[in-house]
């Protein structure tokens, strides 16, 4: 009897065991399990103890036995039986703001009960991705790249995969998939207005170029958005795009150019009274303005567009355009969950949140 009970008890560790692997992701949806032998030496249990443990999995539905093929997970374990699992692509580069997305995603995954598993990748080619797609219930992507670089094996693949497919940031018109991002509108005109009370008449842009079939696009297509409203409501506004618009490669850090560029266009920047930049330039274009012998906000105001978690600690804290990387987190998880529930339902774009703080970076254009 005590022999009985101590194999039930073995078999049901190894059980366990195997069904924690299974729910943290080590053995994914639809993957082969280990042969039984080198798992039960794995684990530290008797061949015949494993294979009894497999079995109580395979009638909960965790696992599935072929044969002549092997034991696999489950691609369809009920739900009430397993985490729901969120893959996510990131870029392979360390940014705060992509640091910022994860913490945010981890937060909302674990409010629903829902797992994250983040894959970082350099370029679309990369198999990661299809391998993700196939081992989550979801997918969320963010945009490592130009949509047009996509290759039309994998583009296929998101269109048509049965599973909800997000893009997170930015548009997804180039899948036909659901998407959150923020999409320029009227809140972008509260920083334009107070620009404009405030004197500002001559203002530049700093943004980063690529080559893109052999023609410069900004990485920044929603500071375009400023530029209209200018254009649309104050006419008299010079706001320059071109003398700070700086071809620099994708992956290369741009601080070290925009501050070289500071110092080539010292004099055209002496006769503006403000500037634009995305907030993850800001120290760079603060460092290019202290090269040359401006003060920030008396000399020359600065706003930023973007979202940080650090940038209340900046100093002076700027003025900023802020589409809140939380609301895009929590807002495209909630979209995914109701993309389960709703799969032949027409994709859908929701707006994100955005709000402008005038903070220490602001002040009357020198006259």
């Given amino acids: 009897m005590a022999m009985e009970k101590q194999r039930t008890r073995k078999a049901g560790m190894a059980r366990e065991w195997i069904a924690r692997e299974i729910r943290i992701g080590n053995f994914t949806r639809g993957s082969v399990l280990p042969p039984e032998r080198k798992l039960a030496t794995q ?28 034991t696999f997970v489950s691609s369809e374990i009920p739900e009430q039986k397993l985490q729901k699992t969120l893959g996510l692509i990131q870029p392979a580069w360390s940014a705060p703001e992509n640091l910022d997305l994860v913490m945010h995603f981890s937060q909302a995954c674990e409010e629903a009960n829902w797992q994250l598993k983040v894959v970082h990748v350099r370029n679309w080619e990369d198999r990661a991705i299809p391998d993700l797609l196939k081992s989550c219930d979801a997918l969320v992507l963010t ?17 048509m995969s049965p599973k909800p497919v997000a893009v997170v940031c930015a548009d997804a018109d180039w899948i036909c998939r659901d998407t959150v991002y923020y999409r320029n509108d009227e809140r972008m005109e509260e920083p334009c ?36 409203v200018f254009r649309a409501r104050y006419p008299d506004i010079e ?35 403000a500037v634009v930049c995305p907030l993850s330039f800001y120290w ?57 529930q709703n799969p032949d339902a027409p994709p859908r774009t929701i707006q994100a949140a955005a709000h402008f703080a005038e903070n220490e970076t602001f002040a009357p254009a020198r006259r």
């Avoid at 405030?198 to 920044?220: A, P, T, W, Y």
């Avoid at 012998?293 to 008396?298: A, C, K, S």
């Fill in 43 to 70: 684990i530290g249990v008797s061949y015949m103890t494993l294979r009894k443990a497999v079995s109580s999995l395979v009638e909960d539905g965790f696992l599935e036995r072929v044969h002549g093929r092997g």
């Fill in 143 to 159: 945009m490592i790249q130009q949509a047009a670089k996509v290759p039309r094996n994998l583009c296929d693949l998101l269109k």
């Fill in 193 to 228: 207005d107070r620009l404009y009370e405030l004197g500002h008449r001559r203002i530049f842009l700093v943004d980063q170029l690529i080559c893109e079939n052999h023609k410069l696009i900004s990485i920044h297509p929603s500071l375009r958005g400023f530029g209209e």
């Fill in 239 to 273: 706001y320059n795009t071109t003398m700070m618009a700086l071809e620099i490669p994708f992956f290369r850090l741009a601080h070290h150019a925009i501050r070289q560029a500071f110092h080539e266009h010292r004099r055209e920047i002496a006769g503006y009274t």
């Fill in 284 to 340: 760079a274009v603060m460092a290019g303005l202290r090269d040359i012998g401006f003060r920030v906000p008396e000399d020359m105001s600065v706003l930023t567009f973007g979202d940080r978690q650090e940038s209340e600690f900046y100093c002076p804290r700027p003025a900023a355009f802020t589409p809140e990387l939380r609301d895009h987190a929590f807002r495209t998880l909630e979209l995914v969950r109701w993309r389960v």
